[in-house]
């Protein structure tokens, strides 16, 4: 597989809208006209129905916290195979896999079973760009070395990702639950067209981290311009400068260089300064505790902004906060 690149690879079809992420609470018992996908957070959220869109994400929220909504312009058809739910319309693909590690062995057997089946379903559809993917995964930083969970789930990524991933790695999370620890959940988001790979000038791409970061170095890119350049989605960014963490338990210093890769980011992508109401944001907070200050930075930076804040953990023991999210121009 070749690393992820910078390079556009432009089709003279023109490009469909981006679906509108929204975070709002949908009609009692269905969902809206046009939904691709609805994530409801936590044990307590309701599902509208037997609906294969519908996925309640494993992550408490901090607060009160209404359900995500992708909506697309167009008719959407949806179904389940198995553990593998997906939707499509108006161009794009929404594909979702929950599986339990207990059937598969671990998490790096959980994590090639679930690419697998996403890369096997995408690999036959008419949206075989991936753009975007979520991954949770509980005790996320479990083991030591090469033994902890995260570094388990990274190789069993690479070994279930197919061909459709041959074009580059998309923009992702990978975010650890404290729901039932042998729950895995990954979906993504497809189109027909491809996007445009965005990487950060201050960090070195996830791809070539060095070996201290375990067997397999993480799949990811750093964010993805959608194909009608019309949206930038950002993959989880954290407190990390060059390959390496930054101010280990200063939760504020970390607030604020994650702020500085999310501007590096808008800008490599050519996207407005800053982040508006067109521009849904999650916050993931390593402890709960820490919710009203990550939720004042963000009020005394980006006030308009739609912010959800999560219960999950980093990555990395040592960072306390990741944020991921789009921008809209």
Request: charged letters at 20%; proline letters at 8%; one cysteine or more.
């Amino acid at each position: 597989m070749r690393p992820a690149s910078d390079m556009r690879e432009r089709s003279p079809l023109a490009a469909r809208p981006s679906p509108r992420v929204t975070y709002r609470e949908p009609p009692t018992g269905s969902l809206p006209p046009g939904t691709l996908a609805a994530f409801g957070f936590g044990a307590q959220a309701v599902s509208p129905g037997d609906d294969p869109r519908w996925l309640r994400v494993a992550l408490e929220p901090l607060a009160a916290t209404p359900p995500e909504l992708w909506t697309v312009e167009g008719e959407v058809s949806c179904g389940r195979e198995g553990d593998l739910r997906w939707s499509r319309g108006g161009g794009w693909l929404y594909v979702a896999v929950e599986c339990h590690e207990d059937r598969h062995g671990g998490p790096e057997e959980a994590a090639t079973y679930a690419y697998k089946l996403l890369s096997a379903f995408v690999a036959q559809a008419p949206e075989q760009h991936v753009q975007r993917i979520w991954n949770y995964l509980g005790a996320i930083n479990t083991g030591a070395g090469d033994d902890e969970r995260y570094k388990q789930f990274c190789t069993g990524r690479i070994e279930g990702m197919g061909d459709v991933f041959a074009q580059g790695f998309p923009a992702a999370s990978a975010i650890g639950h404290h729901a039932d620890p042998g729950l895995l959940q990954v979906y993504l988001l497809a189109t027909d067209r491809a996007g445009t790979r965005v990487e950060n000038p201050r960090q070195v791409s996830a791809w070539q981290y060095p070996r201290q970061y375990g067997r397999t170095p993480p799949s990811f890119a750093r964010a993805t311009l959608l194909p009608a350049e019309d949206v930038l989605a950002i993959s989880g960014t954290a407190a990390v400068v060059g390959h390496a963490s930054a101010h280990a338990g200063d939760l504020g210093a970390q607030l604020a260089e994650t702020r500085r890769n999310l501007d590096a980011l808008l800008a490599q992508g050519g996207l407005p300064e800053g982040f508006d109401g067109n521009a849904p944001l999650k916050a993931y907070v390593r402890h709960p505790d820490d919710a009203a200050a990550v939720r004042a930075f963000a009020n005394a930076h980006w006030p308009d902004a739609p912010l959800v804040l999560l219960h999950g953990d980093i990555c990395r023991e040592e960072l306390l906060v990741e944020i991921d999210g789009w921008r809209y121009r």
